[in-house]
């Protein structure tokens, strides 16, 4: 079974973060540039949170703030739940469904090592059965019309 160090080296990985003290209006300006729904949070050097997109619109919404008001660390999730780098995609599938998230942090003993997505595992479960079917489709003709 694939592990999620396998996604992440096909995925590649910008690293992109905010700081807590970063205003959302920031992060939401660098979830747009690198197309991404959430960034890590971090802290000296610690992962302390991840922000998602769709907190810091939300939060504006029913705060009636405007968004240039608010701080990462105001809305950030700080329960975090990760995967380590040799879990397999099942895994952490069944992890962020039991969870009810759509990113995951990967870390590899304490060190931060990407930020996974489920269309990520989805994407990468898809790949490895389209090369599954095509390596049947050339068993399967190979054998038949090389008799």
Same mark, same amino acid.
């Given at each position: 079974?694939?592990?999620? !160090? +396998?996604?992440?080296? =096909? ?5 992109? /973060?905010? =700081? ?6 920031? +992060?939401? @300006?660098?979830?747009?540039?690198? *197309? $991404?729904?959430?960034? &890590? $949070? #971090? ?14 619109? =939300?939060? +504006? ?10 701080? $990462? ?8 739940? %990760?995967? @380590?780098?040799?879990? =397999?995609?099942? !895994?952490?599938?069944?992890?962020? %469904?039991? %969870?009810?998230? *759509?990113?995951? &942090? ?5 060190? #931060? ?8 595992? #989805?994407?990468?479960? $898809?790949?490895?059965?389209? !090369? ?8 399967? /003709?190979? #054998?038949?019309?090389?008799?």
């Amino acid at each position: 079974m694939k592990t999620i !160090e +396998a996604v992440l080296k =096909t995925k590649g990985n910008s690293h992109c /973060f905010v =700081t807590p003290d970063s205003s959302v209006e920031s +992060a939401l @300006s660098l979830m747009a540039k690198e *197309q $991404v729904g959430a960034l &890590p $949070v #971090f802290e000296s050097g610690k992962l302390v949170g991840i922000i998602y997109d769709k907190d810091c619109i =939300t939060s +504006a919404l029913l705060d009636g703030k405007s968004i240039e008001e608010y701080r $990462v660390k105001e809305i950030m999730t700080r329960k975090i739940i %990760n995967a @380590s780098t040799g879990q =397999t995609i099942e !895994e952490c599938l069944a992890l962020m %469904n039991e %969870n009810h998230i *759509q990113y995951l &942090p990967v870390l590899a003993d304490i060190s #931060f090592e990407g930020l996974v997505s489920m269309s990520d595992l #989805f994407k990468s479960i $898809v790949d490895d059965q389209k !090369e599954y079917i095509y390596r049947l489709e050339n068993y399967i /003709f190979g #054998f038949e019309y090389g008799r």
